[in-house]
């Protein structure tokens, strides 16, 4: 039985982050089956874990082979599956795949130089080249893909030509941990009037820093509620991180894809900087992505 035979039969896609995994069963047509979420992401695996690992997702959801993307394929995870260059499209990660056995095979990411910057990204390319294969986004979109770090991802005939990475997920979270803010940033934001002027304030600034600890001293001061806070510094960390990626060269359509948690606060920071978006569920474009992948292979 020839690779492609045994891919487009059915298989399990497997999206494997830093700190979770997603896992699911696709059928010869693609169409998604039986799935499972948990937390063992790649951090969460000891060394020489991964064997017992990919032998557990098995247990679960069949004897099938194995397509795997994201973190597993970093220095942190499995085996090192080296970056693709910009411009990349499906055919370019096909050809990328390193393949542990015959029945496992790990899809690369892509990596970006240019303009005195270097960038990377694991995962996010399996789900914006599958929402281009899918026809849920123009093929030359800009891409808002939130996250611990969101990328910004501009994208060219259907192939992802250049992007950036911002980690405002990753200081928001350093914020609520260690800061002087810690106390205030308990709830959780959402797109509310506090939350929309905190984008405006970001979108339209360049004082993220001192507008940063304004937070407190308008809590101290009594000229904001504590309760609003968390709000105000997730908009105020979003909209510098919009102004940041509306400054990527001109997209006629603007999508954000990933978990609707997080869209529905970029879409919203867009908004107030006069900009609609389009979002989008990342979890569908994954399988779609994937299963093109399969289909080249």
């Given at each position: 039985?020839?690779?492609?035979?045994?891919?487009?039969?059915?298989?399990?896609?497997?999206?494997?982050?830093?700190?979770?995994?997603?896992?699911?069963?696709?059928?010869?047509?693609?169409?998604?089956?039986?799935?499972f979420?948990?937390?063992?992401?790649?951090l969460?695996?000891?060394?020489?874990?991964?064997?017992?690992?990919?032998?557990?997702?098995?247990?679960?959801?069949?004897d099938?082979?194995?397509?795997?993307?994201?973190?597993?394929?970093?220095?942190?995870?499995?085996?090192?599956?080296?970056?693709?260059?910009?411009?990349?499209?499906?055919?370019?990660?096909?050809?990328?795949?390193?393949?542990?056995?015959?029945?496992?095979?790990?899809?690369p990411?892509?990596?970006?130089?240019?303009?005195?910057?270097?960038?990377?990204?694991?995962?996010?390319?399996?789900?914006?080249?599958?929402?281009?294969?899918?026809?849920?986004?123009?093929?030359?979109?800009?891409?808002?893909?939130?996250?611990?770090?969101?990328?910004?991802?501009?994208?060219?005939?259907?192939?992802?030509?250049?992007?950036?990475?911002?980690?405002?997920?990753?200081?928001?979270?350093?914020?609520?941990?260690?800061?002087?803010?810690?106390?205030?940033?308990?709830?959780?934001?959402?797109?509310?009037?506090?939350?929309?002027?905190g984008?405006?304030?970001?979108?339209?600034?360049?004082?993220?820093?001192?507008?940063?600890?304004?937070?407190?001293?308008?809590?101290?001061?009594?000229?904001?509620?504590?309760?609003?806070?968390?709000?105000?510094?997730?908009?105020?960390?979003?909209?510098?991180?919009?102004?940041?990626?509306?400054?990527?060269?001109?997209?006629?359509?603007?999508?954000?894809?990933?978990r609707?948690?997080?869209?529905?606060?970029?879409?919203?920071?867009?908004?107030?900087?006069?900009?609609?978006?389009?979002?989008?569920?990342?979890?569908?474009?994954?399988v779609?992505?994937?299963s093109r992948?399969?289909?080249?292979?």
């Open positions: 039985m020839t690779k492609s035979m045994r891919w487009t039969e059915g298989f399990i896609a497997v999206d494997w982050g830093t700190t979770n995994r997603r896992a699911y069963v696709v059928d010869g047509s693609g169409d998604p089956g039986a799935e979420e948990d937390s063992k992401g790649v969460s695996i000891g060394k020489g874990g991964f064997p017992a690992a990919l032998a557990e997702i098995r247990d679960r959801l069949g099938k082979p194995l397509l795997l993307g994201g973190m597993v394929g970093s220095n942190r995870g499995w085996f090192d599956a080296p970056y693709v260059p910009c411009p990349a499209g499906i055919e370019d990660l096909a050809k990328g795949l390193v393949w542990p056995s015959e029945r496992e095979a790990i899809v990411g892509v990596s970006f130089i240019g303009n005195g910057r270097a960038d990377v990204m694991r995962g996010e390319e399996v789900q914006l080249l599958g929402a281009v294969a899918a026809g849920t986004i123009d093929e030359n979109a800009l891409v808002c893909h939130p996250g611990t770090h969101n990328k910004w991802t501009l994208l060219r005939h259907g192939k992802i030509a250049s992007f950036q990475t911002v980690m405002t997920g990753e200081l928001f979270n350093l914020l609520k941990q260690y800061s002087i803010l810690a106390d205030l940033l308990k709830k959780e934001a959402e797109p509310n009037d506090s939350f929309r002027a984008a405006r304030h970001g979108w339209s600034n360049d004082d993220l820093l001192a507008e940063l600890f304004s937070v407190r001293a308008r809590v101290l001061l009594k000229q904001a509620p504590a309760e609003d806070s968390a709000s105000y510094a997730s908009g105020l960390l979003i909209g510098n991180d919009v102004r940041i990626g509306l400054a990527t060269p001109y997209a006629a359509q603007v999508v954000v894809m990933g609707p948690e997080l869209t529905c606060l970029y879409a919203a920071a867009i908004e107030e900087a006069g900009r609609a978006a389009i979002e989008l569920d990342g979890e569908q474009s994954f779609a992505g994937i992948i399969a289909e080249v292979i």
